[in-house]
């Protein structure tokens, strides 16, 4: 009886010399498992599909080389394949698990070719395996989060300048203004204002007063400036963007200063002069966002200071030279009769005084400046020294 020669098992580098010849045909098979496995890579519309099956190719053989002995660990194609995922927008996660499908293919590979007749071998090769996926994997992470590092920064940096864009005047870069407007999803029309908060420690972030926003109907988009924080806001109607105006004087924030309305992106540069001098026109103490339609006085004060501090000077100069304890309590009896629309009993009770201590004090003032509260004329040179006092003092910007 004659027996037959053993067949001579393969070797590990029989194998993966075989592979390596038909590292395209394995490279097809492991696009199609991660297509099918992660939705990542099908719904990524910056990667393509050549791009995806390049990737593939260059890690297969790459890893195979390195398995059969011919060439050292080179990382390179983990590298750019790390990069490249994370400037398409495939996620971290995806990333790796192509990785981990990678194995599992070259090891099912070598399970097939070997037709079981390499088992011990086969267990040393599949931590060789494993253990290179893990290099690759980590190769390929640590770029990831290289490339996706400067992309946000990018972004967030594409995105201000976006911001500083809309705030601007439009007139002056119509391309850029239009592609902001675009970018942010902006309508040609509707009921816009502008609006300048000051800041200050009980500010809320942007997010928060988004939400807020949000929730009265009204969108907006936020920059940051050196004192505080400028904001565009729209809404279908003027009843909506009204109430985004008054939700915004609940939120904590500092002064609030509001532009007039106006209804197409166009005019936005404009109002945000007008909502930073509405701002400036703002009382400290005052809760309530201050329309820039409804303070005219506080606004040719802020317009002219130098004319501003004249009056204050030549009305209330006397009041004003006093010691601070006495000028404080006149000016603060002042400025409540005045809230009070001169009613001296409401002042009274907004100062929790009794209603002689109030006219004592008007008396004081009517003696001090000869200006008679009876006069309309003196009364409002009283008001109007009052106001530039109050907005060009110092500590106001």
Same mark, same amino acid.
């Given at each position: 009886?004659?027996?037959?020669?053993?067949?001579?098992?393969?070797?590990?580098?029989?194998?993966?010399?075989?592979?390596?010849?038909?590292?395209?045909?394995?490279?097809?098979?492991?696009?199609?498992?991660?297509?099918?496995?992660?939705?990542?890579?099908?719904?990524?519309?910056?990667? =393509?599909?050549?791009?995806?099956?390049?990737?593939?190719?260059?890690? &297969?053989?790459?890893?195979?080389?390195?398995?059969?002995?011919? $060439?050292?660990?080179?990382?390179?194609?983990?590298?750019?394949?790390?990069?490249?995922?994370?400037?398409?927008?495939?996620?971290?996660?995806?990333?790796?698990?192509?990785?981990?499908? !990678?194995?599992? *293919?070259?090891?099912?590979?070598?399970?097939?070719?070997?037709?079981? %007749?390499?088992?011990?071998?086969?267990?040393?090769?599949?931590?060789?395996?494993?253990? *290179?996926?893990?290099?690759?994997?980590?190769?390929?992470?640590?770029?990831? %989060?290289?490339?996706? #590092?400067?992309?946000?920064?990018?972004?967030?940096?594409?995105?201000?300048?976006?911001?500083?864009?809309?705030?601007?005047?439009?007139?002056?870069?119509?391309? +850029?203004?239009?592609?902001?407007?675009?970018?942010?999803?902006?309508?040609?029309?509707?009921?816009?204002?502008?609006?300048?908060?000051?800041?200050?420690?009980?500010?809320?972030?942007?997010?928060?007063?988004?939400?807020?926003?949000?929730?009265?109907?009204?969108?907006?988009?936020?920059? =940051?400036?050196? #004192?505080?924080?400028?904001?565009?806001?729209?809404?279908?109607?003027?009843?909506?963007?009204?109430?985004?105006?008054?939700?915004? +004087?609940?939120?904590?924030?500092?002064?609030?200063?509001?532009?007039?309305?106006?209804?197409?992106?166009?005019?936005?540069?404009?109002?945000?002069?007008?909502?930073?001098?509405?701002?400036?026109?703002?009382?400290?103490? =005052?809760?309530?966002?201050?329309?820039?339609?409804?303070?005219?006085?506080?606004?040719?004060?802020?317009?002219?200071?130098?004319? +501003?501090?004249?009056?204050?000077?030549?009305? &209330? +100069?006397?009041?004003?030279?006093?010691?601070?304890?006495?000028?404080?309590?006149?000016? $603060?009896? &002042?400025?409540?009769?005045?809230?009070?629309? !001169?009613?001296?009993?409401?002042?009274?009770?907004?100062?929790?005084?009794?209603?002689?201590?109030?006219?004592?004090?008007?008396?004081?003032?009517?003696? &001090?400046?000869?200006?008679?509260?009876?006069?309309?004329?003196?009364?409002?040179?009283?008001?109007?020294?009052?106001?530039?006092? %109050?907005?060009?003092?110092?500590?106001?910007?």
């Amino acid at each position: 009886m004659v027996v037959s020669p053993d067949i001579a098992s393969p070797t590990p580098a029989d194998l993966l010399r075989d592979m390596r010849a038909s590292v395209d045909e394995l490279t097809d098979e492991l696009v199609a498992r991660i297509v099918s496995a992660e939705q990542d890579y099908a719904d990524a519309s910056l990667l =393509t599909p050549e791009q995806l099956r390049s990737a593939c190719r260059d890690n &297969l053989s790459s890893m195979l080389a390195n398995l059969d002995g011919t $060439a050292p660990v080179r990382l390179e194609s983990a590298r750019d394949a790390g990069r490249m995922k994370a400037e398409q927008g495939v996620s971290l996660a995806a990333l790796l698990h192509a990785f981990r499908l !990678g194995g599992r *293919l070259i090891w099912e590979e070598l399970m097939a070719r070997s037709d079981g %007749r390499a088992s011990r071998w086969l267990l040393d090769m599949a931590a060789q395996v494993w253990a *290179l996926v893990d290099v690759y994997s980590d190769a390929a992470s640590d770029a990831y %989060r290289v490339a996706a #590092d400067l992309r946000a920064r990018e972004d967030a940096e594409a995105r201000r300048l976006l911001v500083r864009t809309l705030f601007a005047d439009h007139g002056a870069n119509p391309p +850029g203004a239009a592609d902001a407007v675009r970018a942010f999803r902006i309508p040609d029309r509707a009921a816009f204002a502008v609006v300048s908060i000051e800041d200050a420690p009980s500010c809320p972030s942007a997010e928060s007063m988004q939400s807020e926003l949000r929730a009265a109907g009204v969108d907006s988009v936020w920059d =940051t400036e050196v #004192d505080g924080r400028i904001g565009l806001l729209w809404a279908g109607t003027a009843a909506a963007l009204d109430a985004g105006v008054r939700a915004l +004087g609940r939120v904590g924030a500092g002064r609030v200063g509001v532009s007039l309305d106006f209804g197409r992106p166009g005019e936005i540069g404009e109002a945000v002069d007008q909502a930073r001098q509405a701002r400036r026109c703002v009382l400290d103490g =005052t809760a309530a966002a201050t329309r820039y339609d409804s303070v005219p006085v506080p606004l040719l004060m802020i317009r002219q200071p130098d004319a +501003g501090q004249l009056a204050a000077r030549q009305v &209330l +100069g006397p009041v004003l030279a006093l010691p601070s304890a006495d000028r404080d309590s006149l000016l $603060a009896t &002042l400025e409540a009769w005045f809230a009070a629309r !001169g009613s001296t009993t409401a002042a009274a009770a907004t100062l929790h005084y009794h209603r002689n201590t109030v006219l004592y004090r008007l008396r004081r003032i009517q003696e &001090l400046t000869g200006r008679d509260f009876a006069d309309p004329v003196h009364a409002a040179e009283l008001y109007v020294g009052l106001c530039a006092h %109050r907005l060009l003092g110092a500590g106001r910007d």
